[in-house]
């Protein structure tokens, strides 16, 4: 084929796509895609709009979904807010068990909602939050669903939701929530959850001595580590972090990361032109 016929074949396939697509174009021209739910507002303008240090109102359980929704997009100095407005409903069961609608409610389908549900949840330290937790806490884990490298995804989210659990009940810090946090501690199949119950535990007794020695009657041998974690607070330096993690690692040799290793590559050898030379092997 010489050129003149290459080029009349190129031409001639551009014609043939071209008539192909601009219909299917114009088509989505006049027919943009769409969806019957309308589009919200924008972020600039929910912003603009957005009264700091004004929770809604939570004095009836139909307030709850509002107040889910302020509490998810709220700031952090908010955050005596939305504890205070949740401390003047703690005794509110209409309040509470509408919390526990909301977590069962989007447990499958809004994991990060589900999550903050259950915290809310939990810092009412009211009766009824104490029972769900503890019923939700010891649910068996689910052992069908999608396994990416090695990891049951299912199984980790609602490990995750029970291990928010776990901390609503170390923070209601009662007799009977803190037999519970030792039963999980001691039994749960979740070291993801095992593990979020010694640290609620320890935060919630200000990470004492005493409460060191009593985990240690039900935490598992191999786990006890978890017991000496290091935790860093709020406004400490790095100096005085750098110092407690010196100490747990003095005390936990194991937990100290390989040295790294530095590979000796040689260097390939001057080809000329650089796209010559063969890339190593990594």
Known sequence: ???????????????????????????????????????????????????????????????????????????????????????????????????????ERTKSLDHTRALLGQALLGETRSPEAEAFSAEFARRPLPKDGPVIEGENIEETRAAQLQAKAVDGLAYINSESSNQVLAQIIAEHPSKIVRAEAINAYLWNHQDSDEARRLLSQFVRKDESILIDRVRRETGESAESF?????????????????????????????????????????
């Open 242 to 282: 750098n110092r407690k993690l010196d100490e747990f690692l003095k005390k936990h040799p194991e937990a100290m990361p390989p040295a790294p290793e530095k590979e000796a590559r040689q260097r390939p050898a001057d080809q000329g032109r650089a796209f010559d030379v063969k890339p190593p092997d990594f």
């Open 1 to 103: 084929m010489n050129y003149s016929s290459l080029r009349s074949a190129l031409i001639w396939n551009l014609a043939l796509l071209a008539a192909t697509l601009l219909p299917a174009c114009r088509e989505k021209l006049e027919n943009p895609p769409g969806t019957q739910t309308a589009g919200g507002p924008r972020p600039s303008e929910i912003l603009k709009g957005y009264k700091p240090h004004s929770p809604p109102p939570l004095t009836t359980g139909d307030d709850v979904p509002r107040f889910l929704d302020w509490a998810g997009a709220s700031h952090v100095d908010e955050r005596e807010d939305a504890r205070n407005a949740i401390a003047a409903a703690a005794n509110n069961t209409d309040v509470a068990q509408a919390f526990i609608k909301e977590v």
